[in-house]
């Protein structure tokens, strides 16, 4: 079993930076996959940002050039720094994990950027 807690969220102004974080319960293989994911109201969940050892991390072409995923393995933590936020960008947001098989998520930290 993994837990998975993130913090981080608030609410920012247009252009503003966040920096989200989520520790995992226990370490994590590197080569394991770890990533954001964030829901909108009304809207699906949704691939933000996914890093592993031995890929270059990915991000949907929403996000790219302005959020930027990274792990820390030693303290079982993945951050996403958002800058230059958007409205858009306004969503629940999840970490997730994928590991021995399993899949677990965060319960989310809410990001409000209000228009």
């Known amino acids: 079993q993994v837990q998975l807690v993130e913090s981080g969220g608030g609410s920012v102004q247009p252009g503003g930076s966040l920096r989200l974080s989520c520790v995992a319960s226990r370490s994590i293989f590197s080569g394991d996959p770890m990533a954001w994911y964030r829901q909108a109201p009304g809207k699906e969940r949704e691939l933000v940002a996914r890093?592993?050892?031995?890929?270059?991390?990915e991000y949907r072409d929403s996000v790219m050039g302005r959020f930027t995923i990274s792990r820390d393995n030693a303290k079982k933590t993945v951050y996403l720094q958002m800058n230059s936020l958007k409205p858009e960008d306004t969503a629940v947001y999840y970490c997730y994990v994928r590991t021995d098989g399993m899949v677990y998520w965060g319960e989310g930290t809410l990001v409000t950027v209000p228009s």
């Open positions: 890093i592993r050892s031995g890929r270059d991390p």
